[in-house]
């Protein structure tokens, strides 16, 4: 058994804040009541009033009101009920054809097929390189029959922010829908809903270091949506299932803890890590857009080597990362992000990400650096390739 | 911890043996791209007396058991004849590193069609090659019988995955009973196509899903 | 403000088990990883083991494999899989008709009208009295297009079971999968898969004294079954999502603290309840059969008063209780499940469940009955009914 | 913690006013069933020269804002002449009471139509009776005024709810602007026919929705 020491893999999950659990704590032991409809009993009302006070705080940081704010299990949830229940709403009424990026996670993506499979019309935006959504492209393709644009507000894997109020505005302009999946920028990179005409935006609590199980979907008031998982009336009826309250309290205090100043530290550590990287070892690329990213999000690839292997050796020396390696991915595909804009299998197999948090130091980044350095030096030893 | 390699695969992933080139090489076998993420070189020196291995070496670009493999499959094959060497199987390869997962036999195999490349390359070079198989169903069967079902740990044929085979003026037909989206159907499709494609009389591989 | 000392809405959800949180802690804050592929970081793979462990866990006290149990965020998502899920497979090779119970909860009726909106047809199998489902008519009903056959072990409200044994064998006799929600009998009433050739169960860990925003579903293997959520390749390839690994080590705990011993404990608290309240106030009904019922369950009507005043003056004094009361519901509609077992609107909105769980004490259940005695006195002075 | 009733209602629920049957009653009003879940008696005692309501009381079967409201209502109406306490609304209940949550005036305008049912009877049997109006698509929409959209806390009428009325041959149907299987559907249903059937000229109440 190995020692992680140093957790690079904020994207994938974070570590949850001790502060976190102690807000959920008197939802697990004295208010563990469901929210009863306001005729209920006293417990049940105590409960409900936890759950709106977590709503209020989470939809406040977006510039919503607390009745725009439905909370899921999670992101993949959410995207599934922005997209879907779009498309109950609006499929027979309006039209079958919706747009996405390529580049999406799997939730928006996989919903798109699912759509797809029941004769929906789905368009792939084109991005550029860097990932970024070429916005005329996105204007063509909007037609009178297209009920919703999705686009993500930064990519999972490399990192890429796309320009979100422009995406809204087009949308809004040609009388579309936008849904937005904001899992990994969630309050890294701001977005208010005053300010951007978005209509569904995609969050998640584990991203910042809230729990597990828990996220949310913000729903402009009068979008038109059905809902789309059946059973009971909660969430406005638009989300049935019992209340996840020590999940949303969870949520909201993880909200609460997120401020600009810890942000700029991590991508301070961000900067550092990619700049010694890009400099010090030769045959690196950076994925991604070089300004317009997630401030806690490097993504290189190293030319020559495969990243399960790199990742395998890191792990041995107590770091853990990420690759887009088809080795690596429970499906075993290579990563559709780096095909998507552009690269070759080689690129994405030899692509490594480094996702910073709360508890990552800065004196662990330069151990990383040489960790990197020395690994990759060894594979490339091993290495068919890039000898001639 | 159910880790996914043995301690055998991670000790020779950790310190691979016969790592390298051999400059002055017999024979030389490539198999795999960096375009389907593994690729591994095999070089040989062989007694042209005994049709012994005196040496052996190969390169990896791969995962943990692609490399493991290449170093076990280096180790196996030296100071055997290459008739010997040739009968070298995954399943050789596998016992001797204490088990390697099924899910990345995909991987793995690349290192024994390395050698085996290698050993064709030699036979090759010095006349030793028998009259060339045409490619009927019954081969690309056997063929697909390397092409392991992730989902069970068997081969596709085994598993019933291989609903239809069809070999007509150079194109392979394969039908595999399976959803065209499910999880690993571009993984097996892309170990077909590997696995037939390279084929003397082979123009093109067709792997069509039943739904 | 009221103190509620005494809750007996055990159904709706129950208190924590300190002992669940301490087996959840290490997953917060040491083994935070998502559960990545086999291949992944040391982190990822213990975090992968743990998942695994709870579920096999799980699992086995339903006498099923690991491989065959997935998880979900709950009872809902879980019926919702089972019902969707099986339509998908089966809708177009199959058939499209479903067969269920009019006294479903929720999550397995509104995804039946689901269905029917999309062209499906639903038979409602008939129900006696006391909610037992009408074998005859179960059998009667399953034709050739029949693909699925959903009805609850036990009855959310009424606490009524279900001969499931009896039901799973018309639906393998006439060759049809069986669906079960399990959520309320869930280790109070013993489920064995061997036993009983069930194909989908859906269960919770909110009802047991687990966390809330964590369930499952039993999956019988070879089930023809589609994905419903879209989006990663996570469970099996059959429930997407970053795996709540918390929350499935904490509904493992939870399973784990159920015993027989505590069940029959309950049984009595609810036995020596049901006794003196059909005793002692007159005008009293049993809802629900007498003898199979959940052993947590009370459910009764008291006539010429309605649940809600009830249900209010039993709060003022600590009691936490639920009625069948329109006036309580989220919908302001009357019980379906009294209405549903050929009771009349006054039975509906006159009756109150009372459901223990593990934190309830023996010497609560005098004070509860002359609480309800009292007041149920009261609002019958006030009633016009009743006095002739 | 936002309790939904004021602490006003949670005082007239615990210890209602005016609770009771008049044996000797010069009129009574009945509004509900125990079908709707919600009933309200009232009984008066009228002052024959004055027509002040000298002594009225009320029973419930109903929830905390039904008896509360009964309860405020007999308030207010007792030492007022029935004239005046015929104008008595639901609005002067509710700002009596320091506010009734809009999602249940279901429940608490039943108390309210129990008084205005105890006079109506009173001038029946007192032959006060004006000429019975007949119902008229104008009649209707008034009356569905005093129907609440749940969602909105506004009368069905004032939130748009209602796209269309029309009266024919004792049949009223309304159309209402909402799915069949929305959320309140069946509560609303229920209130519409519970304020127009029991009209003279109304055989039949037919709610219709657009989905």
Redesign the interface.
């Given at each position: 058994m190995f020692e992680t020491t140093v957790y690079l893999d904020n994207a994938a999950s974070t570590r949850m804040d001790e502060r976190v659990l102690e807000a959920m704590k008197p939802y697990f032991f004295d208010l563990y009541a469901v929210a009863t409809s306001q005729f209920g009993y006293s417990l049940g009302i105590e409960a409900r009033d936890a759950l709106d006070t977590a709503r209020a705080q989470i939809a406040g940081v977006l510039g919503a009101n607390p009745e725009e704010f439905v909370f899921t299990s999670g992101s993949t949830e959410s995207s599934n009920l922005a997209i879907k229940g779009v498309a109950l709403a609006l499929g027979e009424k309006k039209g079958r054809h919706i747009v996405i990026s390529p580049i999406e996670d799997f939730p928006v993506l996989h919903s798109a097929r699912a759509l797809e499979r029941q004769g929906f019309r789905v368009t792939r935006v084109r991005v550029d390189e860097t990932g970024r959504v070429d916005l005329d492209h996105l204007r063509e393709s909007i037609t009178d029959e297209t009920i919703l644009v999705s686009v993500q507000a930064a990519n999972q894997e490399i990192g890429t922010l796309q320009d979100v109020k422009a995406i809204a505005e087009i949308c809004k302009e040609k009388g579309t829908l936008f849904h937005t999946d904001a899992t990994h920028s969630f309050l890294r990179v701001p977005l208010d809903v005053r300010e951007v005409p978005v209509d569904l935006i995609t969050v998640s609590a584990h991203t910042i270091h809230g729990p597990k199980g828990i996220g949310g979907l913000y729903v402009r008031k009068g979008t038109p949506i059905r809902k789309w998982m059946d059973g009971g009336y909660q969430e406005f009826d638009l989300r049935p299932g019992v209340e996840n309250i020590p999940g949303a309290v969870g949520f909201a205090k993880a909200v609460e803890l997120i401020t600009p100043e810890e942000t700029a530290r991590i991508q301070a550590m961000r900067d550092r890590l990619l700049e010694r990287l890009l400099n010090e070892i030769p045959h690196t690329v950076l994925n991604g857009h070089p300004v317009h990213r997630l401030p806690q999000n490097a993504n290189v690839s190293f030319r020559f080597i495969e990243g399960e292997s790199l990742l395998l050796h890191l792990d041995m020396r107590g770091f853990a990362v990420s690759t887009g390696s088809a080795c690596f991915s429970r499906s075993l595909e290579a990563s559709h992000v780096i095909l998507g804009i552009g690269g070759n299998h080689e690129r994405a197999h030899g692509s490594v990400r480094f996702t910073f948090g709360r508890y990552n130091k800065e004196e662990d980044v330069d151990a990383v650096v040489e960790a990197v350095k020395e690994v990759v030096a060894e594979l490339r030893r091993i290495s068919p390739l890039g000898k001639e | 911890?159910?880790?996914?390699y043995s301690a055998i695969v991670m000790e020779h992933?950790?310190n691979?043996r016969n790592?390298g080139r051999i400059e002055d090489a017999d024979a030389k076998g490539?198999e795999g791209s960096?375009?389907?993420?593994?690729?591994?070189?095999v070089y040989l020196k062989v007694d042209p007396e005994t049709h012994v291995i005196t040496d052996i070496k190969f390169?990896?670009?791969?995962?943990?058991s692609?490399?493991a493999t290449g170093s076990i499959i280096t180790e196996l094959a030296k100071g055997k004849t290459i008739e010997e060497a040739k009968k070298l199987t995954w399943k050789d390869a596998s016992e001797a590193l204490g088990g390697l997962?099924p899910?990345?036999v995909?991987?793995s195999v690349l290192a024994i069609d390395g050698l085996r490349a290698a050993i064709e390359n030699y036979e090759e070079k010095h006349g030793l090659v028998k009259e060339r198989k045409p490619t009927t169903v019954e081969l690309v069967k056997k063929r697909l019988k390397r092409v392991v079902n992730?989902v069970v740990g068997l081969d596709i044929v085994r598993s019933n995955l291989v609903k239809d085979v069809e070999v007509k003026d150079g194109v392979v037909r394969v039908v595999l009973d399976l959803p065209e989206?499910?999880?690993?159907a571009?993984?097996i499709k892309e170990d077909i196509v590997d696995k037939l494609e390279p084929r003397w009389d082979v123009n093109e591989v067709i792997v069509e899903f039943t739904e």
């Open positions: - | 911890m159910p880790l996914p992933f950790r691979p790592v490539v960096p375009a389907c993420g593994d690729m591994v070189a390169e990896s670009y791969g995962c943990a692609n490399i997962p899910i990345k995909h991987c992730p989206d499910h999880q690993f571009a993984a």
